[in-house]
């Protein structure tokens, strides 16, 4: 039960993001969410595997991904899982230092997320 408040509070935070999301990610993901609304959760999380090792997507994404479609599998620790370490990857990019933003290095700035 402790599980399900930080898996809300992500989930939360990933709705808000998926504005953010990056045309990229949505156009290398269309045959994942094919897959998912056809049900296919097995192939759904192999498509995302094998897309992710071909392009540099998010890996933020990809994780909230996985654990959504694990979740819709009905596989909970695995997406508990997946969701939590989203949601740790997420805390760290949020943490900013003052420098970093001063100067344009921070997480934010459009030169970030290439290397993820």
């Known amino acids: 039960m402790a599980l399900l408040r930080p898996i809300r509070c992500l989930g939360l ?5 998926s504005g953010a ?8 993901t269309a045959q994942v969410r094919e897959l998912a ?6 192939e759904a999380l192999q498509a ?4 992710a090792e ?3 997507l998010d890996r933020l994404l990809v994780l909230a991904d996985r654990g959504a479609l694990l979740h819709r599998a009905g596989e ?22 003052l ?5 344009g290095s921070a997480p934010f700035w459009p030169s970030w997320g290439a290397a993820s």
């Open 21 to 28: 999301c990056t045309p990229s990610y949505v156009r290398h």
């Open 99 to 103: 420098s970093q933003e001063l100067f």
């Open 48 to 51: 995302l595997d094998a897309e």
């Open 76 to 97: 909970w620790e695995q997406s508990a899982r997946a969701l939590h370490e989203a949601a740790e990857l997420a805390d760290e990019r949020e943490t900013v230092r």
């Open 13 to 17: 935070s990933l709705l808000l993001a």
């Open 37 to 42: 609304e056809a049900r296919h959760y097995p």
């Open 54 to 56: 071909r392009e540099s």
